[in-house]
T-cell receptor
Framework: GESVGLHLPTLSVQEGDNSIINCAYSNSASDYFIWYKQESGKGPQFIIDIRSNMDKRQGQRVTVLLNKTVKHLSLQIAATQPGDSAVYFCAENLGKLIFGQGTELSVKP | NAGVMQNPRHLVRRRGQEARLRCSPMKGHSHVYWYRQLPEEGLKFMVYLQKENIIDESGMPKERFSAEFPKEGPSILRIQQVVRGDSAAYFC?????????????FGPGTRLLVL
């Protein structure tokens, strides 16, 4: 079936620490995944994406890892800042996006 | 280059009224998607449209909801005879080509409150 789930609903980290947000998916045929950040009262904002022909992709302070064997992906945020506080969603792109419920990241100063 | 635009940003309706939500995709984007986000939940796909065509409406409720993307003008999500359960944030996203090969970029959403 089509489903994308997140392991933890909330994550609290200290400013400057690294954050890791995890996501599992169930459709082994999926080949394109996107991470979005949603701040309160705003629409989802694209962070980074990855296709199934890659295991890792890096952006500015963010890294996405994809493990196709266990159908798991993660978002790593380096040197987390207060501005990173938001809800993070992984989404499976099947033409329509299948979103998980989200992980709320809280950054403590 | 303006991003995806949605209006109104907030909409209040009484039960039984109609709600019309508008979405203008990013310049050069001809594919539009509508998603609904209930309080404390993730986004759920509703409908995917290209100009003048509905491609996938598998997420649309069978009654009262309709969507269009005319040749000219914004995409419209229409909810007839609204009920309290329709209260949610409705997001529009767009992409330049078919979505499963492209990132979808989201607008700020319309927050619908049904009294």
């Amino acid at each position: 079936g089509e489903s994308v789930g997140l392991h933890l609903p909330t994550l609290s980290v200290q400013e400057g620490d690294n954050s890791i947000i995890n996501c599992a998916y169930s459709n082994s045929a999926s080949d394109y995944f996107i991470w979005y950040k949603q701040e309160s009262g705003k629409g989802p904002q694209f962070i980074i994406d990855i296709r199934s022909n890659m295991d890792k992709r890096q952006g500015q302070r963010v890294t996405v890892l994809l493990n196709k064997t266990v159908k798991h992906l993660s978002l790593q945020i380096a040197a987390t800042q207060p501005g990173d506080s938001a809800v993070y969603f992984c989404a499976e792109n099947l033409g329509k996006l299948i979103f998980g419920q989200g992980t709320e990241l809280s950054v403590k100063p | 280059n303006a991003g995806v635009m949605q209006n109104p940003r907030h909409l209040v309706r009484r039960r039984g009224q109609e709600a019309r939500l508008r979405c203008s995709p990013m310049k050069g984007h001809s594919h539009v998607y509508w998603y609904r986000q209930l309080p404390e939940e993730g986004l759920k796909f509703m409908v995917y449209l290209q100009k003048e065509n509905i491609i996938d409406e598998s997420g649309m409720p069978k009654e009262r909801f309709s969507a269009e993307f005319p040749k000219e003008g914004p995409s419209i999500l229409r909810i007839q005879q609204v009920v309290r359960g329709d209260s949610a944030a409705y997001f529009c996203a767009s992409s330049p080509r078919r979505g499963d090969r492209e990132t979808q970029y989201f607008g700020p959403g319309t927050r619908l409150l049904v009294l």
